[in-house]
T-cell receptor
Framework: GQQVMQIPQYQHVQEGEDFTTYCNSS?????IQWYKQRPGGHPVFLIQ?????EVKKQKRLTFQFGEAKKNSSLHITATQTTDVGTYFC?????????FGAGTILRVKS | DVKVTQSSRYLVKRTGEKVFLECVQD?????MFWYRQDPGLGLRLIYF???????EKGDIPEGYSVSREKKERFSLILESASTNQTSMYLC????????????FGNGTRLTVT
């Protein structure tokens, strides 16, 4: 079935280090969305990627969509304590949105 | 800004009880969803609705039902709560346009004892 694998499940970094989370699908996606959930909060939409090979930036966050539209990554440069939370990707298969399991990011100051 | 309001932040119920989780949105969106969130499993879709009185099963509908009598309100019903339904429940809404993002409520953490 349609499934989005997200790794790593958990990452603990020193403040200032970089962080990357990856999502993979065995079948082609229509698009991919990324959400952030702060501790105790609810998921909040960050961005959507639609085109093959697309790269988008939001300040220190860089989002990529693979050429085959089967994988995506979120990279955070020089993490800050405000980056803590769980990052989810959600792949779109036609009209169906399937979430990855999420990556929990902890930042040591 | 879209506002999605879930009636309870925390709920404790006993096994076998009938449980109602309420969700109200203020943006006149047609599409509403119920997810449950469990560690290591991400968000899994329970039920969704594209219109009043319309409902569709998601990936894990067993043990749940829903009601959508009015456009702004989407209720999740646990007919007979069980301990394996202890979870975080998230309601979400989305505009009808293609590729619109989900807007989530604050969630209801349900504990079934």
């Amino acid at each position: 079935g349609q499934q989005v694998m997200q790794i790593p499940q958990y990452q603990h970094v020193q403040e200032g280090e970089d962080f990357t989370t990856y999502c993979n699908s065995s079948t082609t996606l229509s698009n991919i969305q990324w959400y952030k959930q702060r501790p105790g909060g609810h998921p909040v939409f960050l961005i959507q990627l639609v085109k093959s090979g697309e790269v988008k930036k939001q300040k220190r966050l860089t989002f990529q969509f693979g050429e085959a539209k089967k994988n995506s990554s979120l990279h955070i440069t020089a993490t800050q304590t405000t980056d803590v939370g769980t990052y989810f990707c959600a792949g779109k298969y036609g009209n169906k949105l399937v979430f990855g399991a999420g990556t929990i990011l902890r930042v040591k100051s | 800004d879209v506002k999605v309001t879930q009636s309870s932040r925390y709920l404790v119920k006993r096994t076998g009880e009938k449980v109602f989780l309420e969700c109200v949105q203020d943006m006149d969106h047609e599409n509403m969803f119920w997810y449950r969130q469990d560690p290591g499993l991400g968000l899994r879709l329970i039920y969704f609705s594209y219109d009043v009185k319309m409902k569709e099963k998601g990936d894990i509908p067993e043990g749940y039902s829903v009601s959508r009598e009015k456009k702004e309100r989407f209720s999740l019903i646990l007919e007979s709560a069980s301990t394996n339904q202890t979870s975080m429940y998230l309601c979400a809404t989305v505009a009808g346009t293609a590729n619109s993002p989900l807007h989530f409520g604050n969630g209801t953490r349900l504990t079934v004892t």
